[in-house]
């Protein structure tokens, strides 16, 4: 089945014929059109004209969202859409078991999570075109894609903001609790990969960022956390605060971006007369029973951190795997798995990614459920690409946009749901197809939020939430 891209009069065609980016550049034409006005359509009307999908007027029931970003691409062949009937040399090595998806195998290594895929929607046709970490990552973080896929693409004006700096621009918190929160990396591949931050929203809707390791014994927050000798009276004082950002941003006149850390700290000074915000982060409270079920790693623990801060009422919370793609070692590192140059490459995978991934998922999807959460809080599983269902000569896969699995649990979508079908080795999406963007889309509507409510960049122009399409028969 094929499926109409926003402004185009003509169906998607396959993937290799018309590319996500082609289309992307389509968009971003009327977008141009759109914020001059063209025949009296503004940019809502213009693309809503051509999504009569919108008319079900349906949206999901997260309050909160936890973004599982599985930085260096997950191989969906070798975890959620195996290819038990491929040849040798495309299925996976290693063993498959059954779910409880009937009809659904996945891998031998997570058992666990095969228990509760009841409980999620896997997605199975994501597609696009970004072969590179850097731009990919973006696609992923953001929903929109980079103008070019280039490994050098660095945080720009330019570009869209992540998620939450979006949904803290158009549904901020008010009850003292940060809207956005980003842990425990800042990921990069060689620079810093862009949709992490605000992007032209300005700093005042950066994440509140942690960086220290929620698995240590002495975890502490210290974006929290008062200089020596200051008390919150002084620091009310506007001379006092104006030093601390000087300070902290190494700034020596008040410019336009030391007026955007003014407003960031503003936010994080009222965080720390809050004892509801010191409740939220203080894993201390958890039991040690819970805390080991989670698993005692820097992944595991952050991923209960996330479920507090859900709990708590933040709004959006970024998880990532770890800070970078991976590398030549079985103990650390992401989902890259080609950078050995010999035949240990899988050894990562059931020595680390999916043990990991097996005690932590399904503790974290049945802890919400357990505490009447799962409901209100959507959980995203996903990387910025999939593996090719080639195996190289390294006995490994390498980076494809073309085709890979994100998992979807909670916030109101369906309960034990596949959404497409990818061909017969797992290369290209068989049925409905499905970009990043039209995931932002589906992420913003699960929230209640119109995806084509504006914002402006960074030159006053308007742009949509996201440039895709609400995926409404993953919602329940």
């Not at 109409?4 to 169906?11: C, D, I, K, T, W």
């Not at 050098?152 to 949904?167: A, F, K, N, T």
């Not at 590398?327 to 890259?336: C, E, L, P």
Request: glycine share 10%; hydrophobic share 35%; with cysteine.
């Amino acid at each position: 089945m094929t499926r109409p891209f926003r402004g185009l009069s003509s169906p998607l065609r396959p993937v290799d014929a018309l590319t996500a980016s082609a289309a992307r550049l389509l968009r971003r034409d009327v977008l141009k059109i759109g914020g001059l006005g063209m025949f009296g359509l503004t940019m809502p009307k213009l693309l809503k004209a051509t999504e009569s999908s919108k008319s079900s007027g349906r949206s999901g029931t997260a309050k909160s969202v936890i973004f599982l970003f599985q930085w260096g691409g997950p191989s969906h062949v070798d975890t959620f859409d195996l290819k038990l009937d491929a040849p040798d040399g495309i299925k996976t090595k290693y063993g498959h078991i059954s779910s409880a998806l009937p009809g659904l195998p996945v891998v031998e290594y997570l058992p666990e999570t095969a228990k509760i895929l009841d409980k999620v929607t896997l997605v199975r046709t994501l597609t696009h075109t970004m072969k590179n970490h850097n731009s990919a990552g973006y696609y992923a973080l953001t929903g929109w894609a980079p103008p070019l896929d280039d490994q050098r693409l660095r945080d720009s004006q330019d570009l869209m903001p992540g998620y939450g700096s979006i949904v803290d621009a158009v549904s901020p918190n008010t009850d003292g609790l940060p809207t956005f929160v980003a842990f425990p990396h800042s990921i990069a591949d060689g620079s810093t990969v862009p949709g992490q931050h605000a992007s032209f929203l300005g700093k005042a809707h950066d994440p509140l960022l942690i960086l220290e390791d929620p698995n240590r014994d002495d975890f502490k927050l210290p974006e929290l956390s008062l200089p020596a000798g200051m008390t919150m009276e002084r620091l009310a004082n506007r001379r006092e605060l104006q030093k601390l950002i000087n300070k902290q941003s190494r700034m020596l006149e008040y410019s336009a971006e030391a007026r955007g850390l003014d407003a960031y700290y503003e936010k994080a000074i009222g965080m720390l007369d809050s004892p509801k915000v010191r409740e939220a982060f203080d894993l201390s409270k958890e039991p040690n029973e819970l805390r080991e079920a989670y698993g005692r790693t820097t992944y595991g623990q952050s991923c209960l951190l996330a479920r507090r801060l859900a709990e708590a009422g933040v709004s959006f919370i970024n998880v990532y795997f770890d800070q970078s793609i991976g590398g030549q070692k079985t103990d650390s590192g992401g989902w890259d798995t080609h950078g050995f140059n010999d035949t240990r490459q899988y050894e990562i995978l059931h020595k680390r990614h999916l043990p990991i991934t097996d005690q932590t998922l399904p503790t974290l999807l049945n802890d919400l459920e357990q505490r009447g959460l799962l409901d209100s809080t959507l959980v995203v599983w996903v990387g910025e690409f999939g593996r090719t269902p080639k195996i190289n000569g390294n006995v490994s896969r390498d980076h494809w946009p073309r085709c890979y699995t994100a998992l979807l649990a909670g916030g109101g979508v369906k309960k034990g749901f596949l959404y497409g079908k990818s061909d017969k080795s797992g290369a290209y999406p068989d049925t409905d197809p499905v970009t990043p963007d039209d995931l932002s889309a589906t992420i913003y509507a699960l929230m209640g939020i119109d995806p084509e409510t504006e914002i402006r960049d960074a030159l006053d122009r308007p742009l949509p939430l996201s440039g895709g399409r609400v995926i409404y028969d993953v919602m329940a």
